[in-house]
């Protein structure tokens, strides 16, 4: 299936900038010199692990979100993330649409995620919902779960294409001071191999970071509490 993120908020379709001050950050605090790089829908036994190789090569920090469920099947790989100087956040349990669930859903969800990430020693603060689809009932049960919200400025969409040049030149249209980044360290939910495509395009994001006189860091870096 192909992934196809979208924002949604209080019910309607809502540009990424128009969501509620509060309710959902999509990038950190102004004046920012940092940029947050992202990976989500992870563990995945084979990407991420490749991906740390590289963030380690080029000295770049990130924030990954995984899914609590794959969590569950790799657990190892959470404590290799931190072991090697990044942050973890969660993604949710499950990786379905959440236009079209109620709310009791959408609790349950972020309350089992909370769950297994505990029981690898993360109490997260941020919470990505899949799809980027932040309805009003994911907002409020966020919230309700001492969660923030964060979607992102500046995507790869690796699923797309199997060009790492495109994916490079993507980020760098919308990378400034700030940003928040979007990549994968799974194909579970998009393309067949789509995170060797944003592997690949790691080296020119890195030099677009740092010609921008930019540093890469975790989220609670960007965005201190």
């Given at each position: 299936?192909?992934?196809?993120?979208?924002?949604?908020?209080?019910?309607?379709?809502?540009?990424?900038?128009?969501?509620?001050?509060?309710?959902?950050?999509?990038?950190g605090r102004?004046?920012?010199?940092?940029?947050?790089?992202?990976?989500?829908?992870?563990?995945?036994?084979?990407?991420?692990?490749?991906?740390?190789?590289?963030?380690?090569?080029?000295?770049?920090?990130?924030?990954?979100?995984?899914?609590?469920?794959?969590?569950?099947?790799?657990?190892?790989?959470?404590?290799?993330?931190?072991?090697?100087?990044?942050?973890?956040?969660?993604?949710?349990?499950?990786?379905?649409?959440?236009?079209?669930?109620?709310?009791?859903?959408?609790?349950?969800?972020?309350?089992?995620?909370?769950?297994?990430?505990?029981?690898?020693?993360?109490?997260?603060?941020?919470?990505?919902?899949?799809?980027?689809?932040?309805?009003?009932?994911?907002?409020?049960?966020?919230?309700?779960?001492?969660?923030?919200?964060?979607?992102?400025?500046?995507?790869?969409?690796?699923?797309?294409?199997?060009?790492?040049?495109?994916?490079?030149?993507?980020?760098?249209?919308?990378?400034?001071?700030?940003?928040?980044?979007?990549?994968?360290?799974?194909?579970?939910?998009?393309?067949?191999?789509?995170?060797?495509?944003?592997?690949?395009?790691?080296?020119?994001?890195a030099e677009?970071?740092?010609?921008?006189?930019?540093?890469?860091?975790?989220?609670?870096?960007?965005?201190?509490?």
């Amino acid at each position: 299936m192909q992934y196809v993120p979208s924002t949604v908020a209080l019910g309607q379709w809502t540009p990424l900038r128009a969501l509620p001050g509060g309710l959902c950050r999509w990038r950190g605090r102004r004046g920012a010199d940092a940029v947050a790089l992202t990976f989500d829908d992870g563990p995945h036994p084979e990407a991420t692990p490749a991906v740390l190789d590289e963030l380690d090569r080029l000295g770049l920090r990130a924030t990954f979100f995984p899914l609590a469920s794959a969590v569950e099947a790799h657990p190892g790989l959470v404590h290799e993330i931190l072991g090697r100087g990044h942050e973890v956040e969660t993604h949710g349990h499950r990786h379905l649409h959440h236009l079209g669930k109620g709310p009791r859903w959408v609790a349950h969800d972020i309350r089992s995620a909370i769950e297994v990430m505990g029981s690898v020693g993360v109490r997260p603060r941020w919470y990505r919902p899949s799809y980027g689809q932040a309805t009003a009932a994911t907002l409020v049960a966020a919230r309700a779960a001492g969660l923030e919200t964060v979607l992102w400025s500046s995507w790869g969409r690796e699923w797309a294409t199997e060009r790492p040049d495109e994916v490079a030149a993507r980020i760098a249209r919308r990378l400034g001071p700030a940003s928040i980044v979007l990549l994968h360290d799974s194909d579970a939910f998009g393309s067949p191999g789509m995170w060797r495509v944003g592997l690949a395009a790691l080296p020119a994001i890195a030099e677009v970071i740092a010609r921008r006189g930019l540093r890469a860091v975790t989220l609670d870096e960007l965005v201190p509490a």
